[in-house]
């Protein structure tokens, strides 16, 4: 990257960070750290992310079903389906809430058989390894590549062995921002920043035109 490209890289990336840079999680409402409750949350988030439905929608139906009590998995496993269907629907997510409420019910309980309601077992299963994490966190029903994804991306804020994880979309929004498409070359891009505010941002910028050109508008405001 030259001199010139970083410099616009770096205004590009600031502006970002100043219209959109915040998680997806922050935003539903979870002060995500590494301990059980949080990291379940995010899981569940991530899988309503994932469906083809408009992330504020998503948002609002996690912040429902956490309102309701649902916020960790015994408590989602404890629930009936019907509880479950009326949070997703008092959040806007009619289209699919009853399938939902299935697979919400289903992952719960095999979080709670396969790693005892906890995630950072599967943390210490993947060892490191992307890849082991994301084929784990896919046994999930419901958490497919995608919410995979979304999961790694906004976890990496407090289990760093991830390293720098943008993910699909969020390479779609850098190619829309004129930022470089390689996950490199971005990690370059967002040293010294919050990498998981980054990526979420990325990819807000990927779902959103018009935030994307907002956030061009502002960086070639600041040369």
Same mark, same amino acid.
């Given at each position: 990257?030259?001199?010139?490209?970083?410099?616009? @890289?770096?205004?590009?990336t600031?502006?970002?960070? *100043?219209?959109?840079?915040?998680?997806?999680?922050? *935003? %539903?409402?979870?002060? #995500?750290r590494?301990? &059980?409750?949080?990291?379940?949350?995010? #899981?569940? #988030?991530?899988?309503?992310l994932? %469906?083809?439905?408009r %992330? &504020?929608v998503?948002? +609002?139906?996690?912040?429902?079903?956490?309102?309701?009590?649902?916020?960790? &998995? =015994?408590?989602m496993? *404890?629930?009936?389906?019907?509880?479950r269907?009326?949070a /997703?629907?008092?959040?806007?997510?009619?289209?699919?809430?009853?399938?939902?409420?299935?697979?919400?019910g289903?992952g719960?309980?095999?979080?709670? !058989?396969?790693? $005892?309601? !906890?995630?950072?077992?599967?943390r %210490?299963?993947?060892?490191g390894?992307?890849?082991?994490?994301?084929?784990?966190l896919r046994?999930?029903?419901?958490?497919?590549?995608?919410g995979?994804?979304?999961f790694v991306r906004?976890?990496?804020?407090?289990? &760093?062995?991830t390293?720098?994880?943008?993910?699909? $979309?969020?390479?779609?929004?850098?190619? =829309?921002?004129?930022?470089?498409?390689s996950t490199?070359? #971005?990690?370059?891009? +967002?040293?010294?920043?919050?990498?998981?505010?980054?990526?979420?941002a990325?990819?807000r910028?990927? /779902?959103?035109?018009?935030? +994307?050109?907002?956030?061009r508008?502002? @960086?070639?405001a600041?040369k």
């Amino acid at each position: 990257m030259t001199g010139t490209a970083s410099a616009s @890289a770096r205004r590009i990336t600031d502006a970002l960070l *100043e219209e959109c840079g915040r998680t997806y999680a922050a *935003e %539903a409402g979870i002060r #995500l750290r590494d301990t &059980p409750q949080p990291l379940y949350q995010l #899981l569940v #988030l991530s899988h309503l992310l994932s %469906a083809r439905i408009r %992330a &504020p929608v998503a948002v +609002a139906a996690a912040r429902a079903l956490f309102a309701h009590g649902m916020r960790t &998995p =015994r408590r989602m496993a *404890e629930a009936t389906w019907q509880q479950r269907v009326d949070a /997703l629907g008092e959040g806007g997510y009619r289209r699919y809430d009853e399938r939902t409420s299935t697979q919400l019910g289903e992952g719960a309980r095999l979080v709670l !058989d396969v790693w $005892k309601g !906890d995630l950072r077992r599967l943390r %210490a299963e993947a060892d490191g390894d992307t890849e082991v994490l994301r084929a784990g966190l896919r046994r999930v029903r419901g958490i497919g590549p995608a919410g995979a994804d979304i999961f790694v991306r906004e976890v990496q804020a407090v289990w &760093p062995e991830t390293g720098f994880w943008v993910g699909a $979309k969020g390479l779609q929004g850098a190619e =829309r921002l004129g930022l470089p498409t390689s996950t490199g070359r #971005l990690s370059d891009v +967002a040293r010294d920043r919050d990498r998981a505010a980054f990526a979420a941002a990325l990819v807000r910028a990927a /779902l959103d035109r018009e935030t +994307a050109e907002t956030v061009r508008e502002s @960086a070639l405001a600041r040369k």
